[in-house]
Every structure is written in C-alpha cells, then in structure tokens.
C-alpha cells in the first residue's frame, strides 16, 4: 500500500486531472508520501486527499500540493524558494527536488521537530526550516524566485511580495475556511501582476507563533 504502484497510480490520477509539469509528478512519483503522516494514516498515503497531521492541521492534498507547485515553478529551474507553512514537510519536499535551496517557517514548533526529522531522514539537505511567523518572510535569504504560501491569510501579507526576485512568483491561497481563492502574484519589472487560479481549501494563515 505504500508501494511504487501506489505512487505510480497518483501521479496517473493528477495527470488525469490536468498536471502538466513533468518534473512536479516525478517530484511526487519520487516522495514517499506515507513518511510524513501518521502511521495510522499510511495505508491512505498515496490516496488524493488531505489527512490529518495533529495540532488541527492537515497535509495538503496531491492534486492542490501538484497544482500550486506546478504554478511556482512554471517550468524553470528555482534557485531560492521559500515556504510559509511546512507542516509536516511534504510540500517542502517536493520543492526540494525542483529547487537548489528551499526556506521554510513553521509557527508549530511540534511539527516543525517532526518535519526536520524527516528531511534528515529522507536527505533533503537544500531545506532550511526555521520556527517563526511566515507573515514576515524571510527577509535575511530574500529574494526567492518563488514564494509557496500553504496556508490562508484574508489579505496578502505586505511582506511577502517584497521579497520576491523580479519575475519571481507567489503562489498563495487568500481568503476565509470553506472558500479561498489561490492567487499568483508575479513581481514584474515594475510592479505585480495578479492571477486567479483555482478555488482550493485550505487551514488558516495565523498572526505570531505557535
Ligand atoms: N505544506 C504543509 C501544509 C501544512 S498545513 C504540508 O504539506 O503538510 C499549514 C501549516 O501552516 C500548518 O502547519 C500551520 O501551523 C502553518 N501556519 C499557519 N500560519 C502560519 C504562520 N503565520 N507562519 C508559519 N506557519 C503557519
């Protein structure tokens, strides 16, 4: 059940609802999704939908984990990527394999002890991951070519798109539970241009640490 057939039949079911990227499906053919949740929880790793990671959070379903990364990356090879959100690490994961170097900040310090583990486990060593609130970036490693916001704030925090690179992309869902709308906010030459993608669901943006 958390065999490479498992693995290969959601990445056929993401092809199938519309992911293009090669490299994101190979990212997540390549990650054993059942190591960063519950063991409990195992047998449905590889099935796409979000499951429960303790702490009223949950890891991302495939498809929305596959969409936004695909959007990130739009086919070009990242060289500094930051995360706001790393849960269980999943996502920071699959960023790892696209990117040189990924940043990303937890405000549940539980989690975050629980996802370096995995990384160290499981090899990732281009991940950075630091407890603080996402709400401030990362301004010591900014600009990133790509900002990946995985959880919902109402508004876009002013800080977050200026620490974008020029033509740098900020994939982030806004709005209240039940309804957000996933933005990408690309910062031009000479200012920021806004696209809506899809409707998606995701947990709560929060001010301050965990
Ligand atoms: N990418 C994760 C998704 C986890 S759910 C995964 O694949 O598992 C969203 C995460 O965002 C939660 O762990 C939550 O604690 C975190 N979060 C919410 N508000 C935050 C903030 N202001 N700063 C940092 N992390 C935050």
Redesign the pocket.
């Known amino acids: 059940m958390t065999s490479q057939r498992s693995r290969n039949r959601l990445t056929d079911q993401l092809r199938e609802m519309g992911i293009t990227s090669e490299t994101v499906l190979a990212a997540i053919g390549n990650t054993p999704r059942h190591i960063f949740v519950d063991e409990a929880l195992a047998s449905r790793a590889y099935d796409n939908t979000a499951l429960p990671?303790g702490h009223n959070?949950?890891?991302?379903q495939p498809y929305v984990?596959a969409r936004m990364t695909e959007a990130l990356v739009n086919g070009n090879r990242m060289d500094k990527v930051l995360e706001?959100?790393?849960?269980?690490?999943?996502?920071t994961a699959i960023l790892a394999q696209l990117a040189r170097q990924v940043y990303s900040?937890?405000?549940?310090n539980a989690?975050l002890a629980g996802a370096r583990e995995r990384f160290h486990t499981l090899r990732y060593r281009n991940v950075k991951a630091r407890y603080g609130?996402?709400?401030k970036g990362w301004p010591e490693q900014a600009p990133f070519q790509g900002i990946l916001v995985?959880?919902a704030p109402t508004s876009v925090p002013e800080t977050l798109p200026q620490q974008l690179a020029i033509g740098g992309r900020l994939i982030i869902p806004i709005g209240r539970s039940g309804a957000q709308q996933l933005l990408c906010i690309t910062r031009t030459d000479d200012g920021f241009k806004k696209k809506n993608l899809d409707m998606v669901s995701f947990?709560p943006?929060?001010?301050g640490r965990?």
């Open positions: 990671i959070q949950t890891i991302s984990v706001i959100g790393t849960g269980c690490g999943y996502q900040i937890e405000r549940i989690l609130d996402g709400n995985s959880a947990v943006m929060l001010q965990g």
